[in-house]
């Protein structure tokens, strides 16, 4: 069964400029999660979908940060202007919906730094 | 914010047992105790979950304390390849509860 797919893989940037990454969950799986890891920390959630719908985007700075999920499979998540916080590892995972323990499948991320 | 506490490092010697502690003394009777690990530069990857019974797989082994409030994680023989940071969550069985991840142990399995 192949995995989550995150790319680019690596991404740098200078502040205030844009960035988009790029999520394929597994196939089949309904939920995906965009989580923001920075160094030294444990993942953060900022959104989850479930098909094309938003859950929760309540972590989300949506003064600068957006997520879709158009037909309910890729995900892309856009930081627009970034800024040098915004340097981390960002995490793509997916679920089964109605999964019993809803255990997530996590891709291999992708760092940003931003200079 | 997370609500377990693990200590921040722990080492093991190779193919002895590893045995990472967590505190969730908050814990609610409908929420169940969850292990992920996390390998450099990976994504974090499901170990095992409980809910008060002690639990094995093929990865590792869950011990809960019978007040619940604090479990142990157990590697049975520790490989070099299980140098990673561990992760104890606690979690309603719900859908659309998501996992909260706190800082975990970094285990390093030595030599």
């Known amino acids: 069964e192949a995995g989550v797919a995150q790319s680019p893989r690596y991404k740098i940037i200078e502040k205030r400029q844009s960035v988009a990454f790029w999520c394929n969950p597994i196939?089949?799986?309904?939920?995906l999660y965009w989580y923001q890891q920075i160094l030294g920390q444990g993942p953060k959630l900022l959104i989850q979908?479930?098909?094309?719908?938003?859950?929760?985007d309540s972590q989300l700075p949506k003064d600068r940060f957006s997520a879709e999920r158009l037909k309910g499979v890729d995900s892309t998540l856009k930081i627009q202007p970034a800024k040098l916080e915004d340097s981390a590892v960002y995490l793509c995972?997916?679920?089964?919906?109605?999964?019993?323990?809803?255990?997530?499948?996590f891709g291999p991320g992708t760092r940003l730094t931003v200079l | 914010d997370a609500k377990t506490t693990q200590p921040t490092s722990m080492d093991c010697a190779e193919g002895r047992a590893a045995n990472l502690p967590c505190n969730h003394s908050?814990?609610?009777?409908?929420?169940?105790v969850y292990w992920y690990r996390q390998i450099h530069s990976q994504g974090p990857q499901y170990i095992i979950h409980?809910?008060?019974n002690n639990e094995t797989n093929e990865m590792a082994s869950l011990i809960i304390t019978e007040d619940r409030k604090s479990s142990t994680l157990i590697l049975p023989h520790a490989t070099l390849r299980d140098t990673a940071v561990y992760y104890c969550?606690?979690?309603?069985?719900?859908?659309?509860?998501?996992?909260?991840f706190g800082p975990g142990t970094r285990l390093s399995v030595l030599p």
């Open positions: 979908f479930q098909n094309n719908g938003v859950v929760d």
């Open positions: 409980g809910l008060k």
């Open positions: 908050t814990i609610s009777g409908n929420e169940y």
């Open positions: 196939s089949g799986h309904a939920t």
């Open positions: 969550i606690v979690r309603v069985e719900d859908y659309g509860q998501n996992f909260v």
């Open positions: 995972a997916s679920s089964l919906q109605g999964a019993s323990y809803n255990e997530q499948f």
